[in-house]
């Protein structure tokens, strides 16, 4: 049976801008029946809307700033890998030697560098045979789906998410072979499930909070987070509550009522937030229960705890087990890391580790007896236990090395600046900084209580260079808050001493050369 394009009603009679009219020429899942082609051709013979747009219906970034070296992003539900996986991937990146490394996202999944095209069949396979995937991991389409790093294993959760995440992933991406209803949506949807009241997810566009309903354990509704250049804002509750069967149905109600009348013409405006906002939460409640059938008043689900640390060494919900939670310096990792990662948890554990959206790893079900012996491991000198209270809350994405959008090289930047205020400042208490290359927000700049968004800025030599503007007061607590306007174009090479003035007038840092005189 030939490919085609599937038929797509909801476009008839609207405006469509160049992008959506190349998506809806051609659905981006059906470049997949032809990657052995554009493996053999080189990527300079390929079609240039396959290659800088459809691919990213595979996870296969084209980068201008590494051309012919792609960046390929995999799909991880909750963050959860095995040792197996991590050895898959580790192998991958070790492929492309100095070219090849890979990131831990703000989506508890991970990201390669290096990769050619020439090898994409291959590592879809064998990504495949390890139960992972790329499929619609990029541009307007369901991204990875996040849960409770801990799930499972969280002395403190309502539910484990694991089930839930994994459940929500395979409904998604048509149990990873692609699914061509949600292909074509006006930009990309996130979707999270919380297990606890500090599973701070309220930048999702949909995300499903348990709670308990007549005795019946479910899910409150909250949608229509934002962290974009247009508009930052935090989810709201649908007043919905579902039963744990009926949260794909949820989600799918939801999504089509946005793909079928959200904005395709004026991009900047196409995310859900925006279609929210214009018809209004009442109106479309109404929408929602037209088409999913009488909704349930939701009883109070609640996102009213502080987000807990994970670094350290911490019990399990199982009796004499622990888990350890590693600082991964702005979540960039080597095939060698993976490699050791893998190997640690064998050794001290059960073999699997699990992502966390601040871009760190934790290592699970290290029996009570092994600490001590993991605590002397090699490895906790790159990826230490205890990391210091400015390194440990400092988030970046990708920034200018790779990405086109970025104007400032977000992660060598914020890694270096950590580490000097971390040797010259105490802080009372660990402090979320978020580093971000472009208003995009892959960085979650307006969650941090301190947020770094790049842009331009005069430097000391009166000439246009790096920079970033500053947001402050960002909280995922009680009362959760997104980031206000602090500051405008800093020069990159003043951020260091910006940052340390600001961590001392606003959140109770001591210079440390201070503290030793007295």
Known sequence: MPVSTPSRPYLDGKKLNKIEQNKSAKDGLLVGSEIEKFAQMGWEQVDETDLQLRLKWYGMFWRPKTPGKFMLRLRIPG???????LRVIGSIVERYGDNGSCDITTRQNLQLRGILLGDLPEILRRLEEAELSTIQSGFDNPRNVTGNPIAGIDPNEIIDTRPYTDKLEKFLT???KGNSEYSNLPRKWNTAVAGAKD??????DIAFHPVENNGVMGFGVWIGGILSSQMNAYAIPLNAWVRPDEICRMTDTVIRLWRDNGERNKRPKGR???YLDEVGHDNFRQQVEEVFGPLTPDPGSVF???PRSHYGIHPQKQEGLVFAGLHVPVGRLTAQDLHDLATASITYGGG????TEDQNVIIVGLPETQVESFKSDPLLERFPLKPGAISAGTVSCTGSTYCGFALTNTKDQALAAAKELDQELELPEELKIHWTGCPNSCGQAYMGAIGLTGAKAKNSEGKTDDGYTMTL?????????VGELHQKAIPAENIKEVLKQVLIERFGAKPKSELSKI
Do not use: W, Y
């Open 473 to 481: 007061g960002g909280s995922q607590g009680p009362n959760p808050t």
């Open 199 to 204: 599973n701070f997810l309220l930048h999702n």
């Open 174 to 176: 048509n149990n990873r």
């Open 272 to 274: 859900f937030r925006m």
């Open 352 to 355: 699997e580790v699990r992502l």
């Open 79 to 85: 963050g959860v890998l095995s040792a197996k996986q």
């Open 304 to 306: 009213d705890s502080t």
